[in-house]
């Protein structure tokens, strides 16, 4: 099985900027890809960024140009670097993996989520 557990989440001002961590543990080996997820309040949880085993990486519209998904090689840590943060980007934001459990199968890992509001 595999725990995420995020961290780095806070108050910050408009333009400002936040690095969000996600570290995972247990079978690592089974992760396929991680990524970052955020949900407005009263919304359904968005696709921020997503990372994959072999490093290709996938942005939100909304994102790209300001987020940067990167994690370390034994993916035991996921992050995600905000900049120019506006308070629209205000959210709690989720670390999520795709965890292989057997052939063509998987199970999606949520972490509790770290809040992210940002002042004007």
């Known amino acids: 099985q595999v725990q995420l557990e995020e961290s780095g989440g806070g108050l910050v001002q408009a333009g400002g900027s936040l690095s969000l961590s996600c570290v995972a543990s247990?079978?690592?080996?089974?992760?396929?890809?991680m990524g970052w997820y955020r949900e407005f309040a009263g919304k359904q949880r968005e696709l921020v960024a997503r990372?994959?085993?072999?490093?290709?990486?996938t942005y939100a519209d909304s994102v790209k140009g300001r987020f940067t998904i990167s994690r370390d090689r034994a993916w035991n840590t996921l992050f995600l670097q905000i900049n120019s943060l506006k308070p629209e980007d205000t959210a709690v934001f989720y670390c999520?993996?795709?965890?292989?459990?057997?052939?063509?199968?998987?199970?999606?890992?949520w972490g509790q989520g770290t809040g992210v509001t940002v002042s004007s």
């Open positions: 999520h993996a795709m965890v292989l459990i057997s052939r063509n199968r998987y199970l999606e890992v």
């Open positions: 247990g079978s690592m080996s089974s992760i396929d890809s």
């Open positions: 990372i994959t085993r072999g490093g290709d990486t």
